[in-house]
């Protein structure tokens, strides 16, 4: 803790939907009394979801990057910089630009996407998870003149568990309005029982309206490896999958500078769940690097980054200890022709997860523009404040 007088000084060493969550939270509660610094080796955020409007036309890149030096304000930095080695006993971390010393330090790098973990990928398939990649898709989207279209899921792992849907439901649109549906065929193929294994309800949805619009699962099933010269995809049962072209999600895996500072156990970092406080007292994890027993998910990162804040608010101020963290999110899903679904899920409050699903429709659609504008304007009303 600082000494008397001095602001309190946390650390937030990634600035996704965590990041940016726990950041502007403090920042906004706490006035002088804090100073935030925000690290990210990007000059901008962009949203998960985002990444598929870039992909099938909907915007630009340039449209959808949020820049970082919107989210500074006075008692708030940012810095562009490489986070290179975490030292969680001094909560002391070096990076591409120094080293910082923190009083709080709070751990919100991600996962990260590993295309090379699957033989063939790089050379024979595209990973659609990055932003780099989902842009680079609008032009072979546009290029593509019609065949099989794989969308494959090559780890049990991955963020955002309706996406590889969401992405089968907006290229049944893309290719119909190019007037390429009939000849194509659209075929999913993931390691998931389910597209949303705690909901039998949304699951059931989501197959209703993949067998509509004749695009093929397989479920349960993993490919190992991917071989352009034949145009096929190897499955782990031995058997295999003819492809024109391959859209994957990539095998992640924890950013190597947190495996390397020695934070992870089995490939996270783990957290008390209810606090997200790490084996090292005032080290926090939030969102996809942490081995809390939810998905991985933008939703999910930001409501542990919320506990996380109201955790410090606590220490300092004393009063009631905030509620442990609930796991109640929603999760909008991109079903097509321009509709969105929703699932409210609650991951922890009670013996088993729950979840309510409301339909497609319009109106939902309207709903996740709003639940984005939120974002926008909490994180990135400043440009007040210092960033380098
Ligand atoms: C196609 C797609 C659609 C999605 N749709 C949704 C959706 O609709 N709803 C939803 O809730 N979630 C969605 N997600 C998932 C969501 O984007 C992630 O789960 C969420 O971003 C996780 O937040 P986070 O803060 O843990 O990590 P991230 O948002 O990934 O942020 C981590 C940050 O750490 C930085 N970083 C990593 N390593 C370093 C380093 N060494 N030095 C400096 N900086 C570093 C990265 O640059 C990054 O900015 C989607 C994801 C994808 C790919």
């Keep these: 803790m600082p000494t008397s007088g001095a602001p309190l000084r946390v650390l937030v060493l990634g600035a996704g939907f965590g990041g940016l969550e726990v950041s ?27 990444k598929l409007d870039v992909m099938f036309g909907r915007h630009t890149m340039d449209e959808v990057r949020l ?43 991600g996962a990260d996407l590993a295309p090379e973990a699957t033989p063939g990928l790089l050379e024979g398939g595209h990973e659609f998870y990055s932003p780099e990649a989902a842009a ?10 019609g065949g099989d ?20 439901f907006m290229l049944h649109d893309f290719l119909t309005r190019n007037s390429l549906r009939d000849a194509s065929r659209i075929s999913i193929v993931t390691p998931m029982p389910k597209p949303i294994p705690i909901s039998a309800e949304v699951s059931t949805a ?9 695009i093929r699962h397989s479920h349960a099933t993993w490919i190992t490896a991917v071989d352009p010269g034949d145009g096929i995809l190897h499955i782990k049962d031995g058997g295999t999958m003819p492809y024109d072209l391959f859209l994957a999600v990539p095998v992640h895996i924890a950013p190597p500078v947190v495996v390397d500072s020695g934070l992870t156990d089995e490939g996270w970092i783990a957290v008390d769940p209810a606090t997200l406080v790490t084996k090292w007292p005032d080290v926090y994890a939030v969102g996809d690097i942490t081995s809390a027993p939810v998905p991985r998910a933008g939703v999910i990162a930001e409501g ?15 009063g009631d200890p905030p509620p442990p963290f609930a796991g109640a999110i929603t999760c909008y899903v991109e079903m ?53």
């Design 24 to 50: 502007s939270r403090l920042s906004a509660a706490l006035g002088d009394d804090v100073h935030v610094t925000l690290i990210d080796q990007n000059d901008a955020f962009v949203f998960g979801f985002s």
């Design 336 to 388: 097509g022709d321009d509709t969105v679904g929703k699932a409210d899920v609650n991951f922890l409050s009670g013996p088993a997860p729950t979840a309510s699903y409301t339909p497609p429709s319009l109106a939902v659609a309207e709903e996740k523009s709003e639940f984005a504008a939120a974002r926008r304007a909490r994180w990135f009303s400043g440009a007040t404040g210092p960033t380098r």
């Design 67 to 109: 820049p970082y030096r919107d989210a500074a304000r006075s008692n708030l930095e940012f810095r562009q910089e490489s986070v290179r080695a975490i030292d969680p006993d001094r909560k002391r971390v070096v990076t591409s630009g120094g080293t910082y010393d923190a009083d709080i330090l709070v751990i919100a790098l």
């Design 149 to 168: 279209v794989v969308i494959g899921v090559l780890g049990g792992f991955f963020k955002c568990p309706p996406a590889p849907y969401e992405t089968a």
């Design 304 to 318: 542990e980054a919320r506990t996380v804040a109201d955790v410090i608010l606590h220490q300092l101020r004393g």
């Design 136 to 145: 680079g898709l609008t032009q072979v989207l546009q290029e593509f003149r």
């Design 206 to 214: 989501i197959l209703d309206l993949l067998d509509e619009r004749d």
